[in-house]
């Protein structure tokens, strides 16, 4: 029995040992945190009306310079991945979004004083710009205009993202800072 106390105490130790080793981020990684955790988002395209609602589950990656996020669009039964990050010698946000279909590749750019991220495709033949606005710490919105190569708008939408309130499970998501997510 004296060996439970002992045991519990080696293993809150290497926890907040794990814990402080955790990577400091930049300021400019700091500003996704508020992607960090599960949620919902119902996307309405502009021109149809027509709805369709997903669920995603985003966390820092092992060394804290990613945010990976899965994706599950309810509506669809289709699964798509996104990856963010920092570029510090672009001095930009990049971003890859990635279906069985596709694959989006992103730059973005934060305006810390309106809370917005504004994001333009690079590569691709119909170029995909959108803006994705912080409202509170559980929700955001965003819009997104995809353009074909002559210049014609194909698809609009614009979406509202709520975070999943969290039950306490052995899946919760942590950040590496440290803090709780939220943007």
């Known amino acids: 029995m004296r060996l439970i106390p002992f045991t519990l105490a080696v293993f809150i130790s290497a926890s907040v040992l794990i814990a402080s080793d955790a990577p400091k981020r930049s300021s400019e990684l700091q500003v996704l945190d508020y992607l960090i955790g599960d949620w919902e988002t119902v996307v309405t395209v502009k021109e149809t009306g027509a ?11 092992r060394d804290g310079k990613f945010v990976l996020s899965e994706e599950l669009d309810i509506s669809a039964n289709r699964e798509s991945h996104f990856l963010v990050t920092y570029d510090p010698t672009a001095k930009k946000y990049r971003a890859c979004f990635m279906n069985e279909g596709a694959t989006v590749p992103l730059l973005g750019t ?6 917005t991220m ?66």
Do not use: C
Not at 52 to 61: A, F, L, N, Y
């Open 110 to 115: 934060w305006d810390e004083s309106n809370k």
């Open 51 to 61: 709805k369709s609602t997903s669920i995603q589950t985003r966390k820092w990656s």
């Open 118 to 183: 504004t994001w333009k495709s690079t590569d691709v033949a119909f170029k995909h710009e959108g803006v994705h606005r912080r409202v509170n710490e559980d929700l955001v919105e965003w819009t997104m205009t995809v353009t074909s190569p002559e210049g014609k708008v194909v698809l609009d939408m614009s979406a509202k993202q709520t975070r999943r309130k969290q039950q306490n499970s052995p899946n919760k998501t942590v950040n590496p800072s440290g803090g709780s997510g939220g943007f």
